[in-house]
C-alpha cells in the first residue's frame, strides 16, 4: 500500500525528497570520516599478536614480580583495533607488554606512544617505570573513556637498542587491549588534541548549543500548528543536552553503577524524544505520540530497576538494549522523514531534513561499532571509539537553529506581503473614496448653488424685480426725476453685479472670493460716498471652506454691506477677517464695521438681519450684532476652521 501510494509522486518529487535525505547521511559519513581521520596517526601498529602478562587471580600486576606473570600470547580481533584474551578466571589486572627498537644515537624527534582507546587502561610504564596511572574501568570517567590517548616517552628512560611499552589494563573475563603505536610525538600529540577537540570540546559546546536553542524554541511564539511539535522539539534537545552533560562527567566521583545507571536513562530519554519529535513535526495521531512517551517512560524505568539490581543485569540488558535500538531507530525515523516528505513535498526544508538525518546517522554508526566492530562502515581502517553522538548534537542544535530562523523568515516574508497587499488594496480603497467624496462633493456643491441661484431667483423677483417695478411705476407718475431714477437703477445694477459675483466664487477659497467681492463693493462705496478699509489677515490668505459655506459667507457679508449702504449714512466702512481662537482649536471671524447713525438692536429687525442669522446658523457660525444709536455699527460672524457645515460630505464619511 506505502509502495502503491509513493508510485503516484512525480519522479522530481521524489528525487528532492531523497537528495535531502542522502546529502544529510553524506554530510554525517563525510564529518566522521575527517574526525577520525584527524583523531588518529596515519599508521597504526596492527601486530598479527601480542604478549600478555597476567597475575595469578585476585592479585593485581603491582602486586606480583614480573617473572611471577603468566604469559598469554593474544592474537589481534578481526576488524577490530585490539586483541581480546578470554581466561578462566578473573584477574584484578594484566600487562600488555611492547617492545620497540631505538636506534644508535639520541633520536631527531621526541618519542611518544598512541593508545587507540583508553578504555580499560590503567596504567603506562617505560621500561619498568610507570609513566602514568589513571583510573580503572571501576571509575566513571565519561565519554573521554573511550577517546583515544597518548603519553610523551622521556629520553632519560630511553636506552639504545630494545624498549619496552607496559600497559596495565582491567583485568576481568575478557581483558581487552587496543592498538597502540609508537612513534614522532608531534604527530602523535595533534591526533590527541583533534579526538579532544571532538570528543570533549565539540560535545561540550553541543550541550550549550542544544540547550541555547531550546530556550529558543520555549521563548518563540509559535502559531497553534506548531505549538505541539516546537514544544517536543525542546524537550528533545534539553534531553539530547543533558545526555552531553553526563556523558562528560557531570556530576563526578559517582559510583560505577549509579554513574551507568544515570547515562543509559539518559540515552533511552535522549532516543525516544527524539522519536517523539519526529513523529509530532510529520503531524502523526496523538495516541501515537503518546504510546512513544510511555515506551520511553517504561525504558527508563526498566533500566533504573536493572541498575539498582547490580551492575551484572545494567551490562547484560541495557547496553544491548541500547546499541541494537540506536541503529533500528534511526533506520526507521530516516524512513519515515522519507516517507512524510514525498506525502507532502517541501514539509521539510533542506537543512532541517539534513540535520535530523546526519544526527540519526552518527546515532546509527554509534550502534553499529558496539554490534558489528569498530571500524568505520566501509572502512575498516578507521576505528570509531568513542561515540559521535555528543559532538553531532551541534549539527541537530543548528538544523533546528535554521528551522526557526527560517520560520521566522517565512512569517517575516508573509507579513511583509500581506502587508504589500493590504497597503495596496488601501490605496485602491482610498483611491475609491476620493473619487466618492470628490463626486459626493460636486453633487453638494451643485446642490448649493441650484438652491442659492433659485432662493436668489425670488431675491431678484421679489427684491430687484420689485425695485425695478416700482422704479416703472414711480417713472410713469412722473414721480421721480431723471437723475433719482438714474440713481435707482445704478443701486439695482450694483446689487445684481454682487449676487451674480457671490454666485461666480463660490468654488474659490474665501480669501479669492472676497476678493472679487472687493471688486465689486469698492466703486458702489465711492457712488455713496464710503471709504472702505479691507483689513485681511496673512494667515487665512488659503482657507478653503467649500462652495456652500463660502457662499453663505458672501451673502451674509453682501446683506452687512447692502444694509450699511442704504441705511447707516456712514463715512467709512470696514472689512475684517482674521483668525481667533486657541491653536488646538482655530476660529475664523468676519466683521463689517461702519460708523454710521447706528440702531438700537433691541428694537424690531428687517428681513435682512433675520436672512444674515438664518445663514449663519446652516454654516454653524455665531453671528454678533453690536450697535448703538449714533456709534455705528459692527456685524460679525465666527466659524470654526475644520467644522463641517450641516448635511456637507466630508472625507472621513
Not at 521524489?14 to 546529502?23: E, G, I, Q, T
Not at 583510573?135 to 566513571?140: E, I, K, L, R, V
Not at 592498538?179 to 610525538?185: D, N, Q
Not at 450694483?494 to 463693493?521: C, K, N, Q, W
Request: proline fraction near 6%; hydrophobic fraction near 45%.
Amino acid at each position: 500500500m506505502v509502495l502503491d501510494h509513493l508510485r503516484r509522486f512525480p519522479v522530481s518529487v521524489a528525487l528532492k525528497s531523497v537528495a535531502k535525505l542522502l546529502a544529510g547521511i553524506l554530510v554525517a559519513y563525510g564529518l566522521i570520516w575527517m574526525a577520525l581521520n584527524f583523531s588518529q596517526p596515519a599508521e597504526l601498529d596492527e601486530a598479527p599478536t601480542m604478549e600478555l602478562l597476567l597475575p595469578p587471580a585476585g592479585l593485581g600486576v603491582e602486586d606480583v614480580a614480573r617473572g611471577a606473570l603468566e604469559p598469554f600470547t593474544v592474537d589481534k580481533m578481526e576488524t577490530h583495533d585490539g586483541y581480546r584474551l578470554i581466561i578462566p578466571e578473573n584477574r584484578a589486572t594484566g600487562l600488555y607488554i611492547k617492545t620497540f627498537d631505538l636506534p644508535e644515537g639520541a633520536p631527531e624527534q621526541q618519542l611518544a606512544v598512541h593508545v587507540s582507546s583508553g578504555q580499560y587502561l590503567k596504567g603506562v610504564e617505560l621500561n619498568g617505570t610507570p609513566l602514568y596511572a589513571g583510573p580503572s574501568f571501576g571509575s566513571w570517567i565519561g565519554v573521554t573513556e573511550f577517546a583515544p590517548v597518548g603519553f610523551l616517552l622521556p629520553e632519560d628512560l630511553l636506552r639504545e637498542g630494545e624498549n619496552e611499552i607496559g600497559l596495565i589494563v582491567d583485568g576481568g573475563n575478557p581483558v581487552l587491549v587496543h592498538l597502540t603505536t609508537i612513534g614522532p610525538a608531534e604527530p602523535i600529540l595533534r591526533s590527541v588534541h583533534w579526538s579532544d577537540v571532538f570528543n570533549i570540546f565539540l560535545a561540550a559546546a553541543s550541550a550549550f548549543a542544544l540547550f541555547f536553542v531550546a530556550l529558543l524554541f520555549f521563548v518563540v511564539t509559535w502559531p497553534e500548528e506548531d505549538r505541539g511539535w516546537s514544544r517536543i522539539a525542546a524537550v528533545s534537545l534539553i534531553s539530547w543536552s543533558i545526555c552531553n552533560i553526563v556523558g562528560l562527567g557531570v556530576p563526578p566521583n559517582l559510583p560505577l553503577k549509579a554513574a551507568l545507571t544515570l547515562d543509559f536513562v539518559c540515552q533511552f530519554a535522549m532516543m525516544f524524544t527524539f522519536i517523539a519529535f519526529v513523529l509530532a513535526r510529520i503531524s502523526t495521531p496523538r495516541r501515537l505520540q503518546m504510546a512513544v512517551w510511555g515506551l520511553g517512560a517504561l525504558a527508563c524505568v526498566i533500566v533504573a530497576i536493572a541498575g539498582s539490581q547490580g551492575l551484572y543485569y545494567l551490562a547484560h540488558y541495557g547496553y544491548p538494549a541500547e546499541m541494537y535500538f540506536k541503529p533500528l531507530m534511526a533506520a526507521g525515523l530516516l524512513f519515515t522523514l522519507l516517507v512524510a516528505d514525498l506525502r507532502q513535498p517541501g514539509r521539510f526544508g533542506p537543512v532541517e531534513m539534513g540535520a535530523i538525518a546526519a544526527a540519526l546517522t552518527a546515532l546509527a554508526i554509534d550502534g553499529h561499532k558496539d554490534i558489528f566492530d569498530q571500524a568505520l562502515p566501509f572502512n575498516d581502517r578507521l576505528y570509531t571509539h568513542a561515540y559521535h553522538q555528543p559532538w553531532f548534537g551541534l549539527i541537530f542544535a543548528l538544523g533546528l537553529c535554521a528551522l526557526l530562523a527560517t520560520q521566522a523568515s517565512r512569517a517575516r516574508r508573509i507579513a511583509v506581503n500581506h502587508t504589500a497587499i493590504l497597503q495596496e488594496r488601501l490605496t485602491e480603497r482610498e483611491a475609491q473614496l476620493a473619487e466618492v467624496f470628490g463626486r459626493e462633493k460636486e453633487t453638494a456643491r451643485q446642490r448649493a448653488l441650484i438652491e442659492e441661484r433659485q432662493r436668489l431667483m425670488r431675491d431678484m423677483h421679489d427684491g430687484i424685480g420689485g425695485q425695478l417695478v416700482s422704479l416703472i411705476v414711480q417713472s410713469r407718475a412722473d414721480e421721480l426725476t431723471p437723475p433719482e431714477i438714474s440713481h435707482s437703477l445704478s443701486g439695482v445694477l450694483e446689487e445684481l453685479h454682487l449676487i451674480v459675483d457671490s454666485l461666480d466664487t463660490a468654488e474659490d477659497t474665501l480669501p479669492f472670493a472676497l476678493g472679487a467681492f472687493r471688486h465689486r463693493l469698492e466703486p458702489q462705496l465711492r457712488a455713496a460716498g464710503i471709504a472702505l478699509e479691507w483689513d485681511v489677515a496673512p494667515i487665512v490668505q488659503h482657507l478653503d471652506f467649500g462652495p456652500e459655506k463660502t457662499l453663505q459667507i458672501l451673502r451674509v457679508l453682501q446683506q452687512a454691506c447692502s444694509n450699511a449702504v442704504q441705511h447707516s449714512g456712514a463715512k467709512t466702512l470696514t472689512i475684517r477677517l482674521q483668525e481667533t481662537g486657541p491653536a488646538e482649536a482655530p476660529q475664523v471671524a468676519l466683521s463689517v464695521i461702519d460708523d454710521g447713525q447706528g440702531m438700537d438692536p433691541a428694537a424690531s429687525q428687517g428681513k435682512g438681519m433675520a436672512s444674515m442669522r438664518q445663514r449663519c446658523d446652516k454654516i454653524g457660525a455665531a453671528f454678533t450684532l453690536n450697535s448703538a444709536p449714533g456709534q455705528g455699527t459692527q456685524i460679525a460672524i465666527g466659524f470654526p476652521i475644520n467644522a463641517p457645515i450641516a448635511g456637507e460630505i466630508t472625507p472621513a464619511e
